[in-house]
Every structure is written in C-alpha cells, then in structure tokens.
C-alpha cells in the first residue's frame, strides 16, 4: 500500500485506534462520556504460581 | 472393499460440498462493532462498504471477498428498501460463499449519533495538530485523525 502513514512505520491496528478514537470524539454529547471509557485497555495479570494464582499480584491489581 | 468404502465416503463428501457451495439468493449481514452489534445474521438487501480498494456494494451472490475497512458510511438496504447510514472507524469486511457477509468494525455508531458541530471543531483542531507536527510519525498520525474527521463532516452533514 502507498498510504503514507504505512511508510511513517504505523500499522493498521494503529490505524484503526486512532480512527475509533476520532469517531467516539465526535458522538453526541450524551454517547461520548461512555465512548471514551473504551479509548484505553486493561490487561490484567495474575501470575500462577504451583497451580494456583499467586495472591499478592491479585490483591494489588484488584 | 476398503476402497469402495472410500469412494462412496468421497463421493458423498463431494456432494455435500457442492451442496455447501451453492449460492444462496438471500444475504445475511452480521455486522458488530466492538460497542454495538447492529446485525445478526440479518437478511439484507445491500451494503454498501468503504475499502481501501475503494467503495463497494454488496449484494446477494456476491463473489468471495476480503476487505480492509476505511473510515466512512456503510449502508445498509433491509428487505423493505429501508437505508440506514452508519459510521465505521475501521475493521474488515468478509463475503463468504454461501452470500453471508461479516462486517467488523473497531468503531461505529448510527450517522445520526455523529455530532456535526463537534466533527468541525475535531477537523480544525487535527489540521492545526498536522501543520505543528514534528516528526513523521507525529505527522502522519495527524494526518489519519484529519482524514477521519473529513470523512466524519462529510456523513454528518
């Protein structure tokens, strides 16, 4: 593809953020508070530890 | 014997296959976006979809295609002859065989729930961010929020 963002090194997952993010900026007033809840991801990790999930890490992301 | 049995297995996969394979005169959209989903395997008369290898509409027969998604309107055409306009931010499209067709999007929303007003102002604001941009990276990622929001003015107005 000849896009130029492709050639600045942005993929298309990059792409597609900042799109989505751009679209849930322009919502009505109403729709964009909740909109903009999805703009960051949360990954949560429980590290296991003799099969079973290791408490301390569990507490503290909780 | 056992090759028998294996051709008779063959034969009977073959004609399931064909059976599979046939073309069906209705097409069911399911289209969902990681916010809403809008269609489940609906019948539909037309979609149309914005790709990076251009605009297309889809109707029931339609050849198998993959597509990448470009910001912009899709149309959906129900069986009444309803249109209903709605904004995607990007995804994929898939029209399978069996005239089942797969929109996913990252983002999309009812034309109507785009706020015009707002679209303008993101437009200024990313056009000013592009001009003021430093490095290419900056630049170009600039440059893909200015495009979404000409494209968000443009479905809006």
New interface residues.
């Given amino acids: 593809?000849t896009n130029?963002?492709r050639?600045?090194?942005?993929t298309?997952i990059q792409?597609?953020?900042?799109?989505?993010r751009?679209?849930?900026?322009?919502?009505?007033?109403e729709?964009?508070t909740d909109?903009a809840k999805?703009n960051a991801s949360h990954v949560k990790f429980t590290p296991w530890a003799n099969g079973r999930p290791a408490p301390r890490q569990a507490q503290s992301e909780s | 014997m056992s090759f028998v049995k294996n051709a008779r297995f063959l034969a009977a996969r073959g004609a399931r296959l064909a059976q599979s394979r046939a073309y069906s005169d209705e097409m069911k959209l399911t289209f969902a976006a990681?916010?809403q989903t809008f269609y489940d395997a609906a019948v539909v008369r037309q979609i149309d979809v914005p790709s990076?290898s251009g605009a297309f509409g889809i109707l029931a027969k339609h050849v198998p295609t993959l597509a990448?998604l470009k910001?912009g309107v899709v149309q959906v055409v129900d069986n009444d002859g309803k249109t209903t306009k709605y904004?995607v931010?990007?995804?994929s499209v898939t029209v399978n065989e069996d005239s089942s067709v797969q929109v996913l999007a990252?983002?999309a929303?009812n034309v109507a729930?785009?706020?015009v007003a707002?679209?303008r102002q993101?437009l200024s604001k990313?056009q000013s961010q592009l001009s003021s941009a430093g490095d290419?990276?900056a630049?170009?990622?600039a440059?893909?929020?200015v495009e979404?929001?000409e494209a968000?003015v443009k479905a809006?107005e």
Avoid at chain 1, 7 to 10: F, L, S
Avoid at chain 1, 15 to 20: G, P, Q, T, V
Avoid at chain 1, 22 to 29: C, G, I, Q
């Fill in positions: 593809m130029a963002w050639a600045a090194g942005i298309y792409y597609s953020n900042i799109a989505a751009v679209l849930r900026e322009a919502l009505r007033t729709l964009r909109a999805r | 990681a916010n990076f990448v910001p904004f931010s990007s995804g990252e983002e929303h729930d785009i706020d707002e679209a993101l990313y290419d990276k630049k170009a990622e440059a893909i929020a979404v929001a968000l809006a």
